[in-house]
């Protein structure tokens, strides 16, 4: 049996045993107007016409298999080598989750060690953790660590940061006692003029990210120094993919690197699971939250693995912990450590610079048309965005009928930019499909 329900005998024995004589005594403190005594179910179905129904279900999502996407905004497709689904799926994969008594899990402790190792010669950093639940997570705990490592409480972020980022810093900051500044954009990348006026005294970081949310590379050395000579720390949001060709944020002077590891072999699946990295200079290292795996020998000389430094508060008292919600997210860092170590230093540049070209090649041509104008005029990666004389939302479904995920409408959260269409292009896309969507968009 796949569900074994209590029976009445089991519930009174329950009931007698917690001191209440009945389920609604139970539940007596849930308000009348939002209790619900019963569920409008329909009847009960057996395990084959249970499963016969849910596949009809599924089967009416579609997904990247049925159309062509050219959505990015924070999620990307691109390939995904098959061994990586077979690797991950197999049980000693599947089924591991934190380690409570790490050193006997030497396994668990490699493949996170070798994960850490990955991203920080991906960041240029000095130590990596293992990991955070996404990207944004990542940013928002990269704000805590510098307002605790500077005992600032002020927090200054791009406005061309992704939205939702900012979204999140600001829910967090609001119990923290944290003040969020944003800095406008100028042309697409972050104003010095802006970030000049208002960096002080009690300002904690910069938080910036590059390529940002327009797709577009921000000029990171021209605000470090900036930052710096403030007192302040530079965190650095980042495309793990566009690493392999752009100067690492460690390069250029970032203290804190994070981001999104979604585009490191992780599915899009809907918006998750998804894998934030987070990867900082050693000084910080007792102040990054989750854990940290290292190398050592055993009394024999061997190599092995140990749990160094754990700050959880699964592991030390809640109040001493650096966060209260770092997640193990080992299966996603894995896959991530699957995909960077089948893909290699010349395979990740191949995708990077593949991403690069044929997002030029697509910004050209829906220029050409006559149809879409530049929105900015700064370098980008794989993203860009247009404006377009035709209403987005209106685009979009013409698109959408034509088996096209088209762009995202940047005026959902830049009211400024109504007529903004951001598209992304992956190495994924062909010339001929660049080319439909080209001819599709100007139907």
Same mark, same amino acid.
């Given at each position: 049996?796949?569900?074994?329900?209590?029976?009445?005998?089991?519930?009174?024995?329950?009931?007698?045993?917690?001191?209440?004589?009945?389920?609604?005594?139970?539940?007596?403190?849930?308000?009348?107007?939002?209790?619900?005594?019963?569920?409008?179910?329909?009847?009960?179905?057996?395990?084959?016409?249970?499963?016969?129904?849910?596949?009809?279900?599924?089967?009416?999502?579609?997904?990247?298999?049925?159309?062509?996407?050219?959505?990015?905004?924070?999620?990307?497709?691109?390939?995904?080598?098959?061994?990586?689904?077979?690797?991950?799926?197999?049980?000693?994969?599947?089924?591991?989750?934190?380690?409570?008594?790490?050193? &006997? *899990?030497?396994?668990? +402790?490699? =493949?996170?060690? !070798?994960?850490?190792?990955? /991203?920080?010669?991906?960041? #240029?950093?000095?130590?990596?953790?293992?990991?955070?639940?996404?990207?944004?997570?990542?940013?928002?705990?990269?704000?805590?660590?510098?307002?605790?490592?500077?005992?600032?409480?002020?927090?200054?972020?791009?406005?061309?940061?992704?939205?939702?980022?900012?979204?999140?810093?600001?829910?967090?900051?609001?119990?923290?006692?944290?003040?969020?500044?944003?800095?406008?954009?100028?042309?697409?990348?972050?104003?010095?003029?802006?970030?000049?006026?208002?960096?002080?005294?009690?300002?904690?970081?910069?938080?910036?990210?590059?390529?940002?949310?327009?797709?577009?590379?921000?000029?990171?050395?021209?605000?470090?120094?900036?930052?710096?000579?403030?007192?302040?720390?530079?965190?650095?949001?980042?495309?793990? &993919? *566009?690493?392999?060709? +752009?100067? =690492?944020?460690? !390069?250029?002077?970032?203290? /804190?690197?994070?981001?999104? #590891?979604?585009?490191?072999?992780?599915?899009?699946?809907?918006?998750?699971?998804?894998?934030?990295?987070?990867?900082?200079?050693?000084?910080?290292?007792?102040?990054?939250?989750?854990?940290?795996?290292?190398?050592?020998?055993?009394?024999?000389?061997?190599?092995?693995?140990?749990?160094?430094?754990?700050?959880?508060?699964?592991?030390?008292?809640?109040?001493?912990?650096?966060?209260?919600?770092?997640?193990?997210?080992?299966?996603?860092?894995?896959?991530?450590?699957?995909?960077?170590?089948?893909?290699?230093?010349?395979?990740?540049?191949?995708?990077?610079?593949?991403?690069?070209?044929?997002?030029?090649?697509?910004?050209?041509?829906?220029?050409?048309?006559?149809?879409?104008?530049?929105?900015?005029?700064?370098?980008?990666?794989?993203?860009?965005?247009?404006?377009?004389?035709?209403?987005?939302?209106?685009?979009?479904?013409?698109?959408?009928?034509?088996?096209?995920?088209?762009?995202?409408?940047?005026?959902?959260?830049?009211?400024?930019?109504?007529?903004?269409?951001?598209?992304?292009?992956?190495?994924?896309?062909?010339?001929?499909?660049?080319?439909?969507?080209?001819?599709?968009?100007?139907?």
């Amino acid at each position: 049996m796949r569900y074994i329900s209590n029976t009445a005998a089991d519930k009174e024995s329950m009931l007698k045993e917690i001191g209440v004589d009945s389920i609604e005594a139970l539940f007596e403190d849930i308000p009348k107007e939002v209790y619900c005594d019963k569920l409008n179910l329909p009847e009960a179905m057996s395990e084959l016409e249970l499963i016969k129904k849910m596949k009809e279900i599924a089967q009416k999502n579609q997904t990247i298999d049925q159309y062509t996407c050219f959505l990015g905004a924070g999620a990307y497709d691109h390939f995904i080598p098959v061994t990586i689904d077979q690797l991950i799926l197999r049980q000693e994969f599947y089924t591991a989750y934190t380690p409570y008594q790490p050193e &006997i *899990s030497q396994g668990t +402790l490699q =493949s996170i060690f !070798e994960y850490q190792t990955m /991203i920080c010669e991906l960041t #240029g950093m000095d130590v990596s953790n293992a990991s955070m639940y996404d990207g944004t997570n990542s940013l928002v705990e990269a704000a805590m660590l510098a307002c605790a490592a500077t005992r600032r409480s002020e927090v200054l972020v791009a406005k061309s940061v992704h939205p939702e980022s900012r979204q999140v810093l600001k829910t967090y900051a609001r119990f923290k006692k944290i003040k969020v500044t944003e800095i406008d954009y100028s042309d697409g990348q972050l104003d010095i003029n802006d970030l000049e006026a208002k960096i002080n005294r009690d300002t904690a970081a910069l938080l910036i990210q590059s390529p940002n949310f327009f797709g577009i590379i921000e000029d990171i050395a021209a605000v470090e120094k900036l930052v710096h000579d403030n007192g302040s720390l530079l965190v650095v949001s980042t495309d793990p &993919i *566009s690493l392999a060709i +752009l100067k =690492s944020p460690g !390069e250029l002077g970032a203290d /804190i690197a994070v981001g999104e #590891g979604q585009p490191l072999g992780n599915p899009l699946s809907y918006g998750g699971p998804y894998l934030g990295f987070f990867a900082t200079k050693e000084k910080y290292m007792r102040r990054v939250p989750g854990r940290i795996i290292g190398q050592t020998v055993d009394q024999q000389g061997r190599r092995g693995f140990v749990l160094t430094l754990q700050t959880r508060e699964q592991h030390i008292r809640r109040e001493k912990a650096t966060s209260n919600i770092c997640s193990n997210q080992g299966l996603i860092a894995l896959t991530a450590a699957m995909y960077m170590t089948f893909m290699g230093k010349e395979g990740l540049r191949e995708v990077a610079e593949q991403s690069l070209m044929k997002a030029h090649y697509a910004y050209e041509k829906l220029i050409e048309t006559g149809k879409f104008k530049p929105l900015f005029n700064k370098p980008f990666f794989k993203e860009f965005a247009l404006e377009s004389l035709e209403p987005v939302e209106q685009l979009n479904e013409k698109l959408l009928k034509a088996n096209i995920l088209g762009g995202y409408q940047l005026g959902k959260d830049y009211p400024e930019l109504e007529k903004g269409w951001l598209v992304a292009v992956t190495e994924k896309r062909t010339k001929e499909e660049i080319e439909r969507l080209v001819r599709e968009a100007v139907k």
